[in-house]
């Protein structure tokens, strides 16, 4: 069975950093696509960021230049590294899986089948 545990979730002051971690256990496809997506109180979840099982990854507009997405050595943990953060920045942040997506795809929620229980980020400013 396939699990997401997200962690590294936490309270920051604007301009500061955090980064979060998905232990991955259970998946095993070679072709795969891993994804962070936030939902904020009153918001729709939006895509963060996503990286491909080939290396591709795709940003939010909102979060290029200062988040990083990448994987451990061994593929079983997803890293969110969040750097200048900012008070927009707070939501709850999950990770989730999917096999092979498109690029157009990397950041459509609905295309991810397996999801974490999330982990929440609040940016005070």
């Known amino acids: 069975q396939v699990q997401l545990v997200e962690s590294g979730g936490g309270s920051v002051q604007s301009g500061g950093s955090l980064r979060l971690s998905c232990a991955v256990s259970?998946?095993?496809?070679?072709?795969?696509?891993m994804g962070w997506f936030r939902q904020a109180p009153g918001k729709a979840r939006a895509g963060v960021a996503a990286?491909?099982?080939?290396?591709?990854?795709s940003y939010a507009d909102s979060v290029k230049g200062r988040f990083t997405i990448s994987q451990g050595n061994a593929k079983n943990t997803l890293y969110l590294q969040m750097d200048s953060l900012k008070p927009d920045d707070t939501a709850m942040y999950y990770c989730?899986?999917?096999?092979?997506?498109?690029?157009?795809?990397?950041?459509?929620?609905?295309?991810?089948?397996?999801w974490g229980q999330g982990t929440q980020v609040t940016v005070s400013s």
């Open positions: 990286i491909r099982s080939d290396g591709a990854t």
């Open positions: 259970g998946y095993t496809y070679s072709s795969y696509t």
């Open positions: 989730a899986a999917a096999g092979f997506l498109s690029w157009w795809a990397l950041l459509q929620g609905s295309a991810y089948k397996i």
